[in-house]
């Protein structure tokens, strides 16, 4: 089940991906890289537009919705420990103490 999920995520996001970049900006974007700059003469420009933005604010919310529901739900859920992942490393040793060096006497003028 998880599996599905994380898949279906990924051809979302990939999706989204080429969705985004095939938006015209103002040096072009990717369409006319692409060659589907002749996109807007099957759809009209206007409509072309349009099309795009609605469906990368489809394809966003189905990826933002997607993931809190595969956070939320599908998860499994463990046991969390109160101690931190520093606090159950191995505890640090204590190093020797230092001795001080004797005070030298000086000599006598």
Known sequence: MYTFFIAVEIIISVLLMIV????ASKGGGLAGTLGTSNIGTVFGVRRTSDFLTKTTT???TLFMVLALFINLVIL???????ESVIQSGPQPTSLPPVQQPAP???PAR
């Open 76 to 82: 499994p859920r463990t046991e969390r420990s109160t």
């Open 20 to 23: 985004v970049l095939m938006q």
């Open 58 to 60: 489809v394809l966003a």
């Open 104 to 106: 030298q006497q000086q």
